[in-house]
């Protein structure tokens, strides 16, 4: 009787649901023993949403769905290991760094400076006082102007992009000639009244052959820098001058002690805050608003160039004589807050990237190394087998490439980050990138991966002075560790290798 009232119920339904009843699920049927009139039907159907996993157009990726349990893909860890060792692998394959050479200069570059509103434009000055403007894009120079008949010491260009000043260094005895000198960069396309711009104009430059004026100072001007928004600059030598651009005689002196300051910088976020390096291995810090100069911490060895951090107001680095590079921070310069280590000549240059987290530094050595801001050791290095001592380095401002200037009289265009692929990415690209950077970011602790990424083949004068060092310092450390053994408890104490540098 039962049996037949389930066949009654089953014939009133669809054959379709009937069949897929009796295949799919035949033991969800059962009937009420007490009373075989009534019967409960329990069916498990499967139900898809059609937007999970059909494309919205033809162009679409397929959607796959996937569970995330950690229980259902026991292998994922070492995939993705696997996957991060290739990238890695790959990464050093395609890391080709140098992009070309500007090459027309007929003494070795000095002075490199970067355009405030173009990115493909740039300045630079050598020693026989020729500056050159060049069209980075296209690798060409646009101009050429014998600016003075001495060495171009410094360079600058004003906030507005229309106007840059050189400096010129003569003999001490002749200093009365020292001239600044400032010229004009026309805007060509930007003024027009349309809309519609002469692209090819916009990439073009001019200088006036003839400086629209020029500025006799009492001293040897070494080094120059603008303020970053007012119509303020700076120069350096015997003392310290800021200049207004609409007057001849300096606005404010400083001096302390009779040393000279060979280089000065502004702070690109506290304006009025600028820093020195001077002669007497001393690093100094200006206020414009005060009358005297307000710190000074003095290292072992000089200074020859000071850079601060553009993302953080009281953060500069120095690069030293001593083969390092220091990180201060203003508001305690008894210690620095880093020591970066690498290089194995005298360090002449630093710049920092627009981000604040890198910056390069060139040297006597030869080569180029890009250095984050909180790592001691630098995360690459750049040389060629025709470069000479590096006098002069840059970031540029889109923070993709490394300018630098060395005594063999050219420029050479560097890639930021070595492997790097240039040109537009597709979306797939990117995503494909941004994940094998997550992979090598989170297995970057392996030794095998750590191996290879930081594994780096260098000159082998280089690699004989690197190793050198190396001995230098564990004998050094061997030494020390002997005195304290032999020694009263507390008569040798331990000296952090932040504060070994430091004089006062």
Not at 52 to 67: A, F, G, Q, S, W
Not at 229 to 247: A, C, H, L, M, P
Not at 262 to 286: K, M
């Amino acid at each position: 009787m039962c049996d037949i009232k389930v066949l009654n119920v089953l014939k009133h339904l669809s054959p379709f649901f009937t069949s897929l009843i009796c295949a799919v699920a035949p033991h969800v049927l059962y009937m009420n023993s007490l009373n075989c009139d009534v019967f409960e039907m329990k069916i498990k159907v499967l139900s898809r949403n059609p937007d999970d996993y059909l494309r919205e157009t033809k162009r679409d990726i397929h959607k796959v769905p996937r569970n995330y349990d950690p229980s259902l893909h026991p292998f994922e860890a070492p995939r993705e290991y696997v996957r991060a060792l290739n990238a890695t692998k790959l990464e050093r394959v395609f890391a080709k760094p140098f992009l070309g050479a500007l090459d027309g200069h007929r003494d070795g570059v000095h002075c490199l400076c970067k355009h405030p509103k173009r990115l493909s434009m740039l300045l630079s000055g050598s020693c026989d006082g020729v500056v050159k403007l060049w069209n980075l894009a296209k690798r060409t120079c646009l101009q050429t102007v014998q600016a003075h008949d001495g060495f171009v010491k410094g360079m600058c260009v004003h906030p507005d992009g229309n106007h840059f000043y050189t400096s010129l260094l003569k003999s001490v005895i002749d200093a009365q000639n020292v001239g600044l000198v400032g010229k004009k960069i026309d805007e060509f396309g930007l003024k027009q009244k349309n809309t519609t711009f002469d692209h090819n104009a916009l990439n073009k430059g001019h200088i006036e052959d003839e400086p629209s004026s020029t500025i006799l100072g009492k001293t040897v001007f070494q080094s120059m820098d603008h303020h970053w928004s007012d119509n303020i600059f700076v120069t350096s030598g015997q003392q310290v001058d800021i200049w207004d651009k609409e007057r001849t005689e300096p606005t404010r002196s400083f001096t302390w002690g009779i040393d000279s300051i060979h280089n000065v910088r502004f702070n690109p976020i506290e304006t009025h805050i600028l820093g020195g390096c001077a002669s007497d291995r001393s690093v100094i810090l200006y206020d414009m608003r005060g009358s005297t100069p307000l710190r000074k911490v003095i290292l072992k060895l000089k200074s020859n160039s000071i850079a601060w951090n553009p993302m953080e107001a009281f953060v500069f680095t120095v690069a030293n004589e001593d083969y390092n590079l220091y990180t201060f921070d203003m508001r305690k310069l008894s210690m620095p807050l880093n020591v970066h280590m690498d290089h194995v000549s005298a360090v002449m240059d630093v710049d920092y990237s627009p981000t604040g987290k890198e910056f390069v530094s060139g040297g006597y050595d030869k080569c180029l190394r890009i250095f984050p801001v909180d790592k001691g050791h630098s995360r690459e290095v750049y040389h060629t087998k025709r470069m000479q001592r590096v006098s002069v380095v840059r970031w540029s401002l889109d923070n993709k490439y490394i300018l630098s200037g060395s005594d063999e009289m050219n420029i050479r265009v560097w890639k930021a980050r070595a492997s790097e692929k240039l040109g537009v990415l597709a979306p797939r690209e990117k995503t494909s990138f941004n994940y094998n950077e997550k992979l090598k970011e989170k297995f970057g602790h392996h030794p095998q991966l750590k191996r290879i990424s930081r594994h780096r083949h260098v000159p082998k004068m280089i690699y004989n002075a690197s190793k050198e060092l190396r001995t230098i310092r564990t004998s050094q450390k061997r030494k020390e560790a002997n005195r304290r053994a032999h020694s009263k408890p507390g008569a040798v104490p331990h000296v952090p290798e932040r504060k070994k540098h430091l004089v006062g």
